[in-house]
């Protein structure tokens, strides 16, 4: 069935109308304040969208300046550098950690990098190449700066991408199911209701009919009765036949219209 020929099934009364009526508005304020909901979050998708391309493009330019330093140090210092680091690294003082944020009613993590403790790395390249690899551990922060950016957008566009998924599905269930079925129901109670007032109408008419026949003939009824009394009250006075009397009532009864009294 197509969404024009759908309605809900219900009694046709006022009561029912006011409820259908309150529905429809519902959904019409529901399909609004959602469509505005889509709106935004397709703004904010599109804005996160642009970074995303942005941070990647500057992504590889950092990630090429970062392995480049590494090989400078390595080069300086010798191989047997990473070893010296490890043991002067004793836990991680860059950490990251997330937080949710609400855009339009959807929560977005977010994840920000803070630096825990002080870095012991004083000692580190002190023969030779120390500039070196402070150089690249500079460089390489930078780049996990960067990854944790690039992680809260990516997980962000994704969060967006299913919720604007939904809300499109919610609006377009809203606009073509929900609420032509509710307006169908209305115009059908409405013209169900049409058709009530229509028979009441009939109906009273043929009821006044009736009583102005009634009316009619129980006035007549009454009228012959009297006329019967009357007669007999002449025909007692007179002494005259019942039948005599009747007739002389009704010729009383008569008036010439060509003479005025």
Do not use: W
């Not at 020929?5 to 529901?30: C, D, E, F, H, Y």
């Not at 550098?81 to 004793?90: A, D, E, L, T, W």
């Not at 000692?123 to 930078?142: E, H, N, P, W």
Request: charged share 30%.
């Amino acid at each position: 069935m197509s969404g024009q020929s759908q309605r809900l099934n219900v009694v046709p009364t006022v009561t029912m109308l006011g409820v259908m009526k309150a529905r429809l508005i519902g959904a019409t304020r529901g399909h609004a304040l959602l469509k505005k909901k889509s709106d935004a979050l397709t703004v904010q998708f599109r804005t996160i969208l642009k970074k995303i391309v942005s941070t990647k493009e500057s992504m590889g330019d950092i990630m090429k300046t970062s392995s480049f330093a590494l090989t400078e140090a390595k080069y300086v210092a010798g191989e047997n550098i990473k070893h010296v680091v490890r043991q002067s690294v004793q836990s991680a003082t860059l950490k990251v950690r997330s937080h949710q944020e609400n855009v339009a009613g959807v929560k977005l993590p977010k994840f920000e990098y803070f630096i825990d403790g002080e870095t012991k790395n004083d000692l580190t390249g002190l023969a030779r190449g120390g500039q070196q690899v402070k150089s690249c551990r500079a460089a390489y922060v930078k780049s996990i700066e960067l990854l944790v950016e690039l992680a809260t957008l990516q997980t962000s566009f994704l969060t967006l991408d299913e919720a604007i998924k939904t809300t499109n599905r919610r609006v377009n269930a809203l606009e073509n199911v929900v609420k032509p079925r509710i307006e169908n129901t209305i115009s059908y109670i409405k013209g169900e209701l049409d058709e009530l007032e229509r028979e009441d109408f009939f109906r009273l008419k043929k009821i006044q009919g009736y009583k102005k026949r009634e009316i009619e003939r129980q006035r007549e009824a009454a009228k012959a009765y009297a006329d019967e009394k009357l007669s007999e009250e002449i025909s007692l006075k007179r002494g005259v036949s019942l039948s005599s009397a009747y007739n002389m009532l009704s010729l009383a009864s008569q008036k010439d219209e060509d003479i005025i009294f």
